[in-house]
Nanobody, 123 residues
């Protein structure tokens, strides 16, 4: 599975951006996707996640109500709509996908990451 992010950039506080993550390869076994972000020197943190089955979503408390994660299965693309951006949202945003394959030994999970896209929010 290959993941390619796009849509990052520089925006003023209060503005909006939409990130996209295009998946290719063995996408039919992806069972969950999400967006993480990382500020230099800190750990990568989950921003939002979405499951492939029922499309259920979850968000970090810090972005609840401002960010919306969605997925277009036909296009194998995931999105993150970010509204009311704050300077503390500044980070590199990474697309994540998990594949689960059922084997004779049980389920095996594989994690995939995109290359990251910079989001900078100026005050």
């Amino acid at each position: 599975v290959q993941l390619v992010e796009s849509g990052g950039g520089l925006v003023q506080a209060g503005g909006s951006l939409r990130l996209s993550c295009a998946a290719s390869g063995n996408t039919f076994t992806i069972d969950a996707m999400g967006w993480y972000r990382q500020v230099h020197g800190n750990q990568r943190e989950l921003v939002a996640g979405i499951t492939s089955g029922d499309g259920s979503t979850n968000y970090a408390d810090s972005v609840q109500g401002r960010f919306t994660i969605s997925r277009d299965k036909a296009k194998n693309t995931m999105y993150l709509q970010m509204n009311s951006l704050k300077p503390e949202d500044t980070a590199v945003y990474y697309c994540y996908a998990r594949r689960t394959i059922v084997t004779m030994m049980g389920p095996e999970e594989y994690d995939y990451w995109g290359q990251g896209t910079q989001v900078t929010v100026s005050s």
